[in-house]
């Protein structure tokens, strides 16, 4: 739980970057609010996969 808050500024960070690159390409006439949303919904259904593939794959001792 205590590493949960520097995944999401992470996640975030991450997805600023993604957001400042690809409004570079768009045209005038694009919706960004629209285009921010779906970044946010891959970058949720990303990390809801991650967390479940890592809950469910057996992994060595030596990974905490």
Do not use: E, K
């Amino acid at each position: 739980i205590s590493r949960s808050p520097g995944q999401a500024f992470f996640s975030l960070s991450l997805g600023m970057g993604a957001m400042l690159t690809f409004g570079s390409y768009l045209g005038r006439d694009t919706h960004l609010p629209n285009q921010s949303l779906v970044i946010a919904g891959a970058d949720v259904g990303i990390a809801f996969i991650a967390t479940h593939a890592r809950a469910c794959l057996p992994l060595p001792n030596w990974v905490t």
